[in-house]
DNA sequence: CTGAAAGCGCTTACAG
DNA sequence: CTGAAAGCGCTTACAG
């Protein structure tokens, strides 16, 4: 099949070179030559045969070796989409300063997908998994550390976002523009966030007041990234011919989705109906009008799992460590949320 | 779900507990039992106790054995980006389908990293790179292809846009809307596609008898991603106090930059000032107004990376191979063009 | 300080 | 048809 064009030396080769046993060799490369008292002159001298030559580690024998990689896996649900990238920013910072690298798989939802792609990165040896809001459901024997909403599971960190603190910023803010009518779009079944954050809505709600009719609470349908599924929901809440004044929707996509079908229904946004998303990807500040979103610092989120996971890596999982990490969201405030001007503006007659 | 771990199990565990040689699992496993005669019966029963054991061959003893790693490297500008992860995800698609993994790094133009991540993927041995609107400068033992705007070198195949074609859908349908007057917004200097595409623009104005204001070019500055950049070129060319009824961005991102910075300058889009983008990123279609833009289709660019990536190594680029790969744009009109209104309506008077 | 030797977990040429 | 054995290129316990 293929050679290489471009044969690397090997420490073998190396070694005959400068008449030394691979031992010492391996030693003086590794910088462990001072530790071994190898005499100065000689290191100088190996050193400067090894960059004669190009020798440079073979990291596939290194790793067969040591049982160490440098590489750990990260799972996400789609690749091309705004809040798995924002996360994967994050992570791949903290990672390659530390000398690892990483593979990225998409399960899009994909039940084989879901299963065989952990198992395949196991079988690259992968020191480490990092879930960014997927559900892991099998036990692994490498530390998992997961992005958003995993279930609370033994040996999984957990980053996640204080929920309590994120439907707070929300609803106090509608509530300060005087909506007291407010339809809701929820994630779909599939998202690990979605459970979690609809329970601190709904506490959170009771705290301030506010009445939540379920028949303006809406749920994301089918697995179809982007807006269309936000479109449909919003439609759906429309066509219950309830009165409402604003919109707290999922996620940014969902909500540019939901603006979408409000218009076609000839309602203004924020004039008639106010929409705040969540999660503050980059397109939310590019929208028209700008979204008023709960925004997750996703760039951090990553780091952190990085760093969590590297840490866990290790330390063998022997110390103890938390069983989760919170993080905090942030109101931004841009035009999609107003005053509410009256409670009947999406009343037909 | 039931709970599992995989414990990995080894070749020599597996031939112990079906009582058979390693050589006799492996090529069972592999895959090669009827190749070898081995009784379909024995077949079945190894494959079963594989299943069982959760057995997958270590990859990492598989790639030292076999020197192949079925691991290569792609480099990107950005990964927290539209564009970049399009293309990524039509090359994850055609790789995972091969069994092949990829490692993803981001240079964001950093000298530094655009030099060293090459040679640390080298080290790690992957079997060919895919270069993401990146320069590669240095010759590579390995295959490389790149995907937009390389220049064309030895060795490299490069998947490009006919931008001939995409100068000509775009400035035809300016053209055909009446407008004659048109300002231009080229890419930053180290894009790789920006000189091929501005020639492209040039030749073909030519050719469309448009003449192009040399005061109503501007030029992406920086290389801070999103926006910015294009809000700026924007008002630079709203100061040269020409009048212009169009503007063709260097990409979506510019376009809706430019969208905002005519907006605080009281134009309207598209009655005032048209705008047309190119790529159709996923929020191109999201924007208000929707933009009419030139779509290169970026996932089949990164599929058949992927797939021509593939098959140089394969091949060990011994066979003949072309130099690049051309694919079509596709003009996507939608609400950011329309027919000129006045050829002076930019002119504050 | 330095080296000989074992061994990581596979695949595969070779032999029977 | 099946297996024993070599070997991919390293690192590292062990010995001197």
Redesign the pocket.
């Known amino acids: 099949m293929p050679k290489q064009s471009f044969k690397?030396a090997?420490?073998?080769e190396l070694s005959a070179i400068v008449k030394?046993?691979?031992?010492?060799v391996?030693?003086i490369v590794?910088g462990e030559g001072d530790k071994?008292?190898?005499?100065r002159e000689?290191q100088q001298r190996v050193l400067h045969a090894a960059a004669l030559h190009g020798y440079t580690?073979?990291t596939v024998?290194?790793s067969?070796?040591?049982?160490r990689t440098y590489t750990v896996g990260v799972i996400v649900p789609e690749i091309s989409e705004g809040y798995s990238t924002a996360v994967l920013g994050g992570v791949e910072e903290e990672l390659l300063k530390d000398g690892y690298f990483y593979f990225v798989v998409s399960h899009r939802h994909r039940p084989d997908l879901l299963k065989g792609y952990p198992r395949m990165m196991l079988a690259r040896a992968v020191e480490g998994i990092i879930a960014v809001d997927t559900l892991m459901n099998e036990d692994l024997p490498v530390p998992v550390v997961s992005v958003s909403g995993h279930k609370h599971r033994q040996g999984v960190i957990n980053i996640e976002l204080d929920h309590g603190q994120a439907a707070h910023l929300a609803l106090s803010h509608l509530k300060t523009l005087g909506h007291k009518q407010i339809a809701f779009i929820k994630g779909q079944t599939f998202s690990s966030d979605t459970d979690r954050r609809w329970r601190a809505i709904v506490d959170e709600a009771k705290a301030l007041d506010i009445l939540i009719d379920p028949q303006l609470v809406a749920q994301l349908q089918g697995q179809a990234p982007g807006p269309a599924p936000g479109f449909e929901a919003a439609r759906q809440l429309l066509q219950t011919g309830r009165p409402f004044t604003a919109i707290f929707a999922f996620n940014d996509v969902t909500a540019m989705g939901a603006i979408q079908a409000l218009r076609e229904a000839s309602l203004r946004v924020p004039k008639d109906v106010s929409v705040i998303g969540f999660d503050d990807v980059p397109a939310a500040s590019l929208n028209n009008p700008p979204l008023t979103t709960i925004r997750q610092p996703l760039r951090d989120m990553g780091q952190t799992a990085a760093s969590t996971l590297l840490g866990l890596i290790r330390d063998d999982m022997s110390l103890p460590h938390p069983a989760s990490i919170t993080v905090y969201p942030k109101l931004i405030v841009r035009k999609s949320t107003a005053h509410v001007a009256s409670l009947t503006a999406n009343v037909a007659d």
């Open positions: 690397q090997t420490l073998k030394l046993s691979q031992s010492t391996s030693r590794n071994y008292r190898i005499a000689t580690a073979n024998a290194r067969l070796r040591q049982k």
